[in-house]
């Protein structure tokens, strides 16, 4: 059988997809699912993934797998990304993963999730040409800069919004100033980034992972998340800074009762709207286009493409 699941278990959120051929560079989407863990809880501050956010993962993971089990996938791979990296005791992670699935985790590199990432945006956007992609992540943010089929250039940071959020925000309603010293590092590290690339300013800017979809579903109004009315939304500068003042001005739980925030990001949404203002910025873009598409679509893409050549 040629249906396959796959997990990008990243610092906030685990993402399950199972798929199968369905064309040349393409797949069908069968079940997807995503459970938030916050795998990278504290990991700032001890070097160490919290004995605590590991059960909570691992759990969730056991949980994915066993839903994705009802679609007869022929093989599980688990993909993890910065967290993973990061932290001195993956191992304890990897071995229990193991106990309860019987996979093995797979850590890939910054510069290997900058290429899956591309590879699953792709997808989504198709050929526009040059462009920038940004992956905001819970524990890092990629930038990618594409000019035609491959990347010409990535840069990896380590901004991410759960590292972020405790860094920085401790108070909601969100104090001025401490978003003031959140935005100076920010601003800081996504110059140095634009700067490590060969950036010309006409590339197309491309947003992807929670933050930036979550947004786009609000903007949208969505009922029900749709990915086929996301792919390409057009999200511009002051939709995202009129969300910035409106979720700013409220608690976690006031931001909890809005569909698309609630379960998890509540108190992320604030750095990972800053990190998009930031980069927007950067760019001198009035908007960025968003990707429902990411590194969970490029890793399963990936392994559909290894296939074939083997």
Not at 60 to 80: C, D, N, Q, V
Not at 82 to 101: G, H, M, V
Not at 182 to 193: F, L, R, S, W, Y
């Amino acid at each position: 059988m040629n249906r396959i699941a796959a997990i990008d278990l990243g610092t906030n959120t685990v993402r399950i997809m199972v798929a199968e051929p369905a064309g040349e560079k393409m797949f069908k989407n069968i079940f997807s699912d995503q459970i938030i863990t916050r795998l990278g809880e504290g990991l700032h501050v001890t070097g160490n993934l919290s004995h605590e956010a590991i059960v909570r993962t691992c759990d969730g993971i056991a949980t994915l797998a066993e839903r994705a089990g009802k679609y007869s996938p022929f093989e599980l791979s688990i993909y993890a990304t910065s967290a993973a990296r990061e932290a001195s005791n993956t191992a304890e992670l990897d071995e229990i993963i193991q106990k309860k699935t019987g996979v093995k985790l797979n850590v890939i590199s910054w510069k290997e999730e900058a290429r899956l990432s591309l590879k699953g945006a792709k997808l989504s956007t198709g050929d526009i040409g040059k462009m920038i992609l940004f992956d905001i992540g819970g524990g890092s943010t990629e930038y990618i800069l594409s000019s035609g089929k491959a990347h010409a250039s990535a840069h990896g940071t380590n901004l991410g919004v759960v590292r972020l959020a405790e860094t920085y925000i401790t108070k909601n309603p969100v104090d001025q100033w401490e978003y003031v010293h959140m935005v100076k590092e920010i601003k800081a590290t996504v110059a140095e980034a634009f700067n490590r690339m060969d950036v010309a300013g006409n590339e197309t800017l491309v947003g992807t992972a929670g933050t930036v979809t979550s947004l786009a579903a609000i903007a949208m109004e969505l009922d029900e998340y749709d990915p086929d009315k996301i792919k390409n939304y057009k999200l511009s500068y002051n939709m995202v800074e009129n969300m910035r003042k409106k979720f700013s001005a409220m608690t976690c739980k006031e931001r909890g009762n809005i569909k698309y925030l609630a379960g998890g990001r509540e108190d992320l949404i604030i750095p990972g709207i800053a990190i998009i203002l930031a980069t927007m910025e950067q760019a001198n873009a009035d908007h960025i286009l968003v990707s429902d598409y990411g590194l969970r679509e490029g890793l399963i893409l990936d392994i559909f493409d290894k296939r074939a050549n083997d």
